[in-house]
């Protein structure tokens, strides 16, 4: 159940009704009262704002039951939530001021034409002579934003915002969101390639299946900048990080596992393709048909190509058939879909990550006592499977090194990268995954694929630590 803070300001007629009556009132309805305010005092009357932790369903009941209350004026309501969106979240700052004609003359006209010929001469300058050296596009159309759906680029924007707040925050890279008016993909690929100029790096964000593998491949290959799809990819490194740290506390080999994945969709397919990377022999790839069958023929190009590969199991199934006797379970498709006897039916020692959200494919409750270790993407159960752990970190080392392109090694060194964070003394199974507010993360991240980069060859620069 999804909880708000609102902020409910009063006024109270003192004659009528006093604030304990008030706090009173509210915790029967259900809310929590977590600060308290005063506006203006006075000895007839006040005006407090009261702030309440309320599930989404209660908020209009808690509002109806104070406008009935004698002796109370509700002034106005507040979302804490919408409160901080108001204006957008981000904005941009020059690095340094413009007092004089001097400095107008440096960053502007005239000077500026004795910089521009310089890049216009040699092109690579502008990774140092412009911001293209730290600044990320975080690009969607709003086809499929996480829990929303198609709900178009205007209405994908807070979401798109809140990643470039995570970059700079977390590993000091500028992104800027790019919200585009489209579903076409080809006008995107056209669109995102012109606009790239600027860019450092591009970040794809909420793009419908399959557009988005199309989207990515294209765009990877005619564009000298990396591009990365965080829905795919993102998802992948984590799960891939929490598994190495899953395996070490139940004493199993990657190369020994049976792995189904539930829900072949973006990010489903880049977990499996980084299963394989990291050494699983034996897949199980699920969707709403069933298992993904070796040797089978597919219409969608990623099942079939999942189709042809040797570790893909060649027996068909259900979800329930197909999930006896496996070590692993990932699941990144929809809500209860599962029962704890399907868990129980897994082989000892299991491993579980269901991550559908806000509804995991089994209940947390109902699958803890039968599960060795067990995930979510939800922040109030242990071991949350969050991307914000992979793109603040990839993108600060991708930036760094200059990489043509994100492949499939610098991915799986930012999975060991994650996982190492967690240390031998700390591991457990309510522990294989560490914080995202864990300092040493976007460190080793961003190192971890520099060197991958520079080991592949897509480096176009060494730092100096590297040298």
């Not at 901080?84 to 007092?99: E, F, V, W």
Request: aromatic residues 4%.
């Amino acid at each position: 159940m999804a909880y708000n803070s609102v902020i409910f300001r009063l006024e109270l007629d003192h004659a009528k009704v006093n604030f304990g009556d008030v706090a009173s009132v509210i915790s029967k309805a259900g809310g929590d009262i977590t600060s308290i305010d005063v506006i203006r005092a006075g000895q007839e009357s006040s005006i407090r704002d009261i702030t309440v932790s309320a599930a989404d369903a209660i908020e209009t009941h808690i509002l109806g039951v104070l406008q009935e209350l004698d002796g109370i004026r509700v002034v106005n309501t507040s979302d804490s939530t919408f409160l901080a969106h108001l204006g957008g979240k981000i904005s941009i700052q020059p690095t340094l001021p413009i007092k004089n004609r001097d400095d107008l003359s440096k960053v502007y006209t005239p000077g500026v034409a004795r910089v521009c010929t310089a890049i216009h001469e040699n092109p690579q300058k502008a990774y140092s002579l412009t911001i293209k050296r730290n600044t990320v596009a975080v690009i969607t159309d709003g086809t499929a934003v996480l829990g929303l759906g198609d709900i178009g680029p205007e209405a994908a924007a807070p979401v798109m915002e809140g990643k470039a707040m995570l970059f700079k925050q977390l590993a000091g890279v500028d992104a800027f969101p790019l919200c585009l008016d489209t579903k076409d993909t080809e006008e995107m690929i056209r669109t995102i390639k012109a606009v790239s100029p600027i860019f450092g790096g591009i970040n794809l964000e909420d793009i419908s299946s399959p557009r988005c593998f199309e989207i990515e491949t294209r765009l990877s290959e005619e564009l000298d900048i990396p591009v990365f799809h965080d829905d795919q990819h993102g998802t992948a490194v984590v799960v891939i990080a929490g598994l190495l740290n899953a395996l070490k506390v139940v004493h199993k080999q990657m190369s020994d596992i049976r792995v189904v994945v539930n829900g072949i969709g973006a990010a489903g397919v880049s977990i499996c393709k980084m299963l394989l990377a990291a050494g699983v022999n034996r897949l199980v790839p699920v969707d709403r048909d069933g298992a993904i069958v070796r040797g089978e023929s597919y219409s969608h190009p990623m099942w079939q190509w999942l189709a042809e590969q040797p570790q893909v199991e060649a027996v068909p199934g259900s979800l329930q058939e197909v999930l006896h006797g496996a070590d692993v379970f990932i699941g990144v498709s929809r809500g209860g879909l599962l029962g704890a006897q399907d868990i129980k039916s897994m082989a000892p020692d299991n491993i579980v990550f269901a991550m559908a959200n806000p509804k995991p494919e089994i209940d947390p409750e109902e699958a803890l006592p039968h599960v060795r270790v067990f995930a979510t993407g939800r922040s109030d159960y242990p071991n949350q499977i969050n991307n914000v752990l992979v793109f603040p970190g990839l993108f600060r080392g991708a930036l760094d090194c200059r990489a043509r392109r994100i492949n499939e090694p610098m991915k799986l060194a930012a999975a060991r990268a994650i996982a190492s964070v967690v240390t031998e003394s700390e591991l457990n199974a309510q522990y294989i995954i560490p914080s995202i507010f864990n300092e040493q993360v976007v460190a080793k991240v961003s190192r971890a694929v520099i060197e991958a980069a520079i080991l592949t060859g897509t480096a176009r620069r060494i730092p100096p630590d590297f040298r």
